[in-house]
């Protein structure tokens, strides 16, 4: 199976091939289930089928567009027939289901049509996408008859490997929580892909594997039939279900779908588990609505004293003492920074996940064995899990009332809206130290690795802005200090000066450190940059008007 597909996945065109194949079966299968020339306008689409529409919708204009399939299809004139000729057919079959979905309204679902309307409405009178429509929320309250008992033919995700990239760290088994760890068996990845996004060689692909059949579960009291082998996430999205990754956005919040954040974590089996990793299993039970009380849960490592600090730690501070700060590291991250300079740390899915409380013990232990003031949380990113990182800081502050404690949060703030800004100052946050990856988009997606260009605008926004809000609202009582990361060949100089412009305009005297990556993760060709160009790039930050720039270097920081 494994050989199989490395082989296939190198040919786009038998990808595309592989995709008709699918459809095929699929488009089959809806097709006997509601008639191709009439469709039934008064039967609803069931849950398998609203996503197989979802998919083959998005899909089939991207594979008609891929470069390099167009590229074998214009030297393959038989191809061409083949492949065109069954995408069109699929996509003339697969339209009135489509149309029939969006126009159906059902006596017992009075409300849907106005739904649609609505969601028309808010999308400028375009169909919203079908994974956003508004009948999911009436997916889960019905019966589909026979859904229980029918095994559906479905495509899952699996792992994998590429001999040639990889070089045997094991880091896709011993630091990401992988379910087919102990097994080996290929059967038993659930396709979670934390391995793909650990794998400091890029060795890892996710792939279309064959289905494993379907299982029963329950969710929020209701028996349905998802797909086995499937991560519980994946089950739910089967359903109907979203996962966004911007708060806000989707049913749940998955920012970081390594296991690492828990903010995504649902009451599974009667324990709070996260749902991008944990397996689906036959007769679970999932509740997507937390049992009041339920405590959230996060894994953080690497308990440590700092003589340097972070971004969000007042330059005058620095060298006053051998140690500064405790300070722990959050696992998890929304981001997939390939020069990323705390990896081991962001893809850390198996740490056992700790209770605000116990984290905030263990932190005031740490702070009393250092004898330092300072308590400091970074990342990966550790703003993700809002309700725990909220609690982690009321208990902090509970443990800690002495007036000189100090609490700092290293965030990359893409995700701190203002509210959330107002929350972490209210539960005691007195030091924050906000990244600002850039100016433009296309530098933030080129240093993050996000490629969804809505998602990484949305980001970079949302930075900026706590950046501006957190001046305007709390300047002189809460310490904030932004840090810039920098390497020529992810930032141009000329970005550079227009943010030190931006910034001065927010505020001339507002901390700012330019941090220099240094070769790592998936950047190991990356050189760190010279002490010399470290220095010209804060003088053109302080150029701008900025009156406090920091630059790191191998050299340790040149201060203002
Ligand atoms: S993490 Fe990547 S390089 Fe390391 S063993 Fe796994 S596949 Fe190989
Ligand atoms: S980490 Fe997830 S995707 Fe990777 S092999 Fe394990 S179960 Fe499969």
Redesign the pocket.
């Known amino acids: 199976m494994i050989r199989e597909l490395e082989y296939y996945s190198a040919i786009p065109l038998i990808r595309v091939e592989r995709y008709c194949d699918q459809m095929e079966k699929e488009c089959g299968e809806i097709r006997e289930r509601y008639g191709v020339d009439a469709p039934d306008y008064g039967k609803p689409l069931e849950p398998h089928h609203q996503r197989i529409l979802d998919r083959f919708v998005k899909n089939i204009q991207v594979l008609c567009r891929e470069p390099s399939v167009k590229g074998q299809i214009s030297s393959h004139p038989l191809r061409e027939y083949t492949v065109i000729s069954r995408l069109d057919r699929f996509e003339q079959e697969i339209h009135p289901f489509r149309e029939s979905f969006l126009r159906h309204e059902s006596p017992d679902t009075p409300g849907q049509e106005q739904g649609v309307r609505d969601a028309r409405h808010r999308t400028g009178g375009r169909s919203p996408p079908l994974s956003r429509m508004p009948s999911r929320s009436t997916l889960m309250d019905r019966k589909y008859p026979g859904s229980l008992r029918q095994p559906i033919h479905h495509i899952r995700r699996i792992a994998v490997?590429d001999p040639d990239r990889?070089?045997?760290?094991?880091?896709?088994e011993t630091l990401v929580p992988c379910a087919r760890a102990e097994s080996r068996r290929v059967e038993d990845c659930t396709g979670c892909g934390a391995?793909a996004a650990?794998?400091?060689?890029e060795?890892?692909r996710m792939e279309e594997g064959e289905g494993a059949g379907m299982v029963t579960v329950t969710v929020d009291g209701e028996g349905v039939a998802v797909p086995a082998g499937v991560t519980v996430q994946q089950a739910l999205e089967y359903l109907g279900h979203t996962f966004g990754r911007f708060p806000g956005e989707g049913d749940h919040f998955a920012p970081c779908r390594t296991g690492g954040c828990g903010a995504c974590a649902l009451a599974i089996d009667g324990a709070l588990r996260q749902s991008c990793i944990t397996p689906v299993r036959d007769g679970m039970e999932i509740r997507t609505e937390l049992p009041a009380g339920t405590f959230p849960l996060r894994a953080v490592t690497g308990w440590t004293g700092l003589g340097v600090g972070g971004v969000g730690t007042p330059w005058q501070l620095q060298g006053s003492r051998p140690l500064i700060e405790a300070a722990v590291f959050a696992c998890g991250c929304n981001l997939r920074c390939p020069q990323c300079q705390n990896w081991t740390v962001t893809y850390r899915g198996v740490e056992p996940p700790l209770t605000p409380r116990e984290a905030a013990v263990r932190m005031t232990v740490e702070r009393r064995r250092l004898g330092v003031s300072r308590m400091a949380i970074s990342g990966g990113e550790a703003t993700l899990n809002r309700p725990w990182l909220l609690r982690y800081l009321e208990e902090l502050l509970r443990l800690n009332p002495d007036p000189g404690a100090r609490f700092h949060v290293d965030t990359n703030a893409t995700i701190l809206s203002r509210d959330y800004l107002d929350s972490l100052v209210e539960a005691g946050m007195t030091d924050i130290g906000p990244d600002l990856k850039g100016l433009r988009t296309e530098t933030f997606m080129a240093i993050t690795g996000i490629s969804d260009t809505g998602l990484a605008t949305r980001y970079l926004r949302t930075s900026w802005d706590a950046v501006r809000y957190l001046s305007d609202r709390y300047s002189g009582r809460i310490f904030m200090g932004v840090g810039i990361p920098y390497h020529p060949l992810l930032i141009p100089r000329e970005e550079i000066t227009r943010m030190g412009d931006a910034l001065c305009r927010i505020d001339p005297g507002i901390q700012v450190t330019v941090l220099d990556y240094r070769p790592a993760f998936r950047r190991r060709d990356l050189a760190r940059p010279a002490v010399q160009e470290m220095r010209e790039v804060r003088a053109l930050l302080t150029g701008t008007g900025l009156r406090m720039v920091i630059s790191q270097t191998a050299a340790g920081p040149l201060g203002p």
């Open positions: 490997r990889c070089e045997f760290c094991e880091i896709c391995c650990a794998c400091p060689q060795a890892i």
